[in-house]
C-alpha cells in the first residue's frame, strides 16, 4: 500500500488535548497529512486560546468535554503528562472517536488494557506514536533480518543529556505526573518496540537494574523515578541482548541505536543517522544509502524526498500520521503502532520495574 501523506487526511477533523512541544509535532504532522485542526483544549481556558493560535486551530475549547461534542472532529490526539494519558483516552473512545495518544499509554498496564480492550470493543483507531518505526531505513532493517536467518544477538542503546544537570527539571520527573518509571517507560519503550518490531520476535525474559542517580533535583525535590536502566533479554526465539537507556548521558541528545545479528547477516540503525543503514556480511560490509529504488517496498513507500536530501524526526512522525488516517479510511498500513503495541510497552516496562525491585529475572506472559 502506497499512503501520500499529503493527501490521506482529507476529510478528517483533528482535536488536540495538550500544549507543549508534543502538541506543535502532532499539529505539524496532522497538517502535512491534509487534516483539518478543529481545535485544541489545554490546561486552562487561557492557555487553550495561546495554543490554538499557536498552533492555527479553528477553535479552543474550554474543556474535553466541550472537544469531544464538537462533531467536527474525527480524531484526537492526547499529547498531556503521562498521569492523564488513559483517563483521557478513555473519553474518546467513549465518545466514538478515534485516538492518538502519547506513550506511554497509560502509567500502569492494567490501565493501558482498560484502554486497549476498550477501542478494539468500540471498533475504532487507536495508535500509539511509536514513529521511530517510520524512517525508511529502520523499515529497510526490518526487511533485512527477515531476510537475514535466524536472529543470534541484539544490542540497543537509548542516550539523551537533558536531565544530566541537577538543576535540569521537567514535569517527567515527577511521579506523580509521569508515572512510576521515566527513563525506560519514556524512552526505553521506543527501544523495546523497536526490538520486536525489526528483529521480528519478542521478549520472553528479562533482567534489570535502574538506577537514579541525581536523587535531588532544584526543582523536584527528592526524585524516585529512574535516570538509567541497563537489560539483559531472552528473546521467545531464543536471541539474547542488552539494553542501555539513559536520560544522564552528557553530549548524547536523541542517540538511539540498534545491532542485529542473525545467522546470515547483521545490522546497525542509527536514529541520528536516519538515512543510511550498516549492512554486515562474513564477505562483505556496506553502508546503505536511502534510495528508494534500492530498498524494500515498505521501506520506499515511507521515503518523502530524493535521496541526498535529509529525512529526519517530523518526518517519520508525519508517516505515522498518515498511516492512522489511512487506517481511519478504512487502509491496513503496515506496521502500525496500536494501543496493542502501547500495551506491550507497559508490560515490559513493568517487568522492568519489578525485575530492579526484586534482583530476579522477570518472565513475560
Not at 487507536?126 to 533485512?144: K, W
Not at 517527567?172 to 526490538?195: K, P, T, W
Not at 526543582?219 to 539513559?246: K, M, N, P, R
Not at 481511519?328 to 520495574?353: H, K, M, N, S, Y
Amino acid at each position: 500500500m502506497s499512503v501520500n501523506p499529503n493527501r490521506i487526511g482529507a476529510g478528517v477533523g483533528v482535536g488536540i488535548v495538550g500544549g507543549g512541544f508534543m502538541a506543535t509535532v502532532h499539529a505539524r504532522a496532522a497538517r502535512t497529512a491534509g487534516a483539518t485542526l478543529v481545535g485544541v483544549v489545554a490546561s486552562t481556558p487561557a492557555r487553550s486560546a495561546q495554543v490554538a493560535e499557536e498552533l492555527g486551530a479553528l477553535q479552543a475549547f474550554d474543556s474535553l468535554e466541550a472537544l469531544l461534542a464538537d462533531e467536527r472532529i474525527t480524531v484526537v490526539h492526547v499529547c498531556t503528562p503521562n498521569a492523564l494519558h488513559a483517563e483521557q483516552a478513555a473519553a474518546v473512545i467513549a465518545a466514538g472517536k478515534h485516538v492518538v495518544c502519547e506513550k506511554p499509554l497509560a502509567t500502569t498496564p492494567a490501565e493501558a488494557r482498560s484502554i486497549t480492550e476498550a477501542a478494539e470493543a468500540a471498533g475504532i483507531i487507536a495508535t500509539v506514536p511509536f514513529v521511530y518505526r517510520f524512517h525508511p531505513m529502520a523499515r529497510e532493517a526490518r526487511a533485512q533480518i527477515a531476510a537475514g536467518g535466524k536472529v543470534l544477538t541484539i544490542g540497543g542503546e537509548y542516550l539523551q543529556d537533558w536531565l544530566a544537570a541537577a538543576d535540569s527539571d521537567n514535569w517527567r520527573v515527577d511521579s506523580a505526573q509521569g508515572g512510576n518509571s521515566r527513563a525506560f517507560a519514556d524512552i526505553g519503550s521506543h527501544l523495546v518496540d523497536l526490538i520486536e518490531f525489526i528483529g521480528g520476535d519478542r521478549i520472553h525474559s528479562l533482567f534489570a537494574r535502574t538506577r537514579t542517580f541525581l536523587a535531588e533535583r532544584s526543582g523536584t525535590g527528592t526524585v524516585t523515578t529512574e535516570d538509567a536502566v541497563s537489560v539483559s533479554f531472552e528473546t521467545v526465539g531464543g536471541a539474547i541482548g542488552t539494553l542501555l537507556v539513559s536520560q544522564v548521558a552528557p553530549g548524547f541528545k536523541n542517540g538511539l541505536v540498534l545491532k542485529i545479528s542473525a545467522t546470515d547477516s547483521s545490522i546497525v540503525f542509527e536514529q541520528e543517522q536516519p538515512d543510511s543503514l550498516w549492512l554486515g556480511k562474513l564477505a562483505e560490509n556496506r553502508v546503505l544509502p536511502r534510495e528508494a529504488e534500492r530498498l524494500d517496498a515498505d521501506a520506499a513507500r515511507l521515503c518523502v524526498v530524493p535521496s541526498g536530501h535529509a529525512q529526519g524526526y517530523q518526518d517519520a512522525f508525519n508517516g505515522f500520521v498518515a498511516d492512522t488516517y489511512a487506517a481511519i479510511a478504512g487502509e491496513t498500513p503496515v506496521g502500525l503502532p496500536t494501543f496493542a503495541d502501547g500495551l506491550r510497552a507497559g508490560i515490559i516496562t513493568q517487568a522492568v520495574l519489578d525485575s530492579a525491585a526484586s534482583g530476579q529475572t522477570v518472565v513475560l506472559d
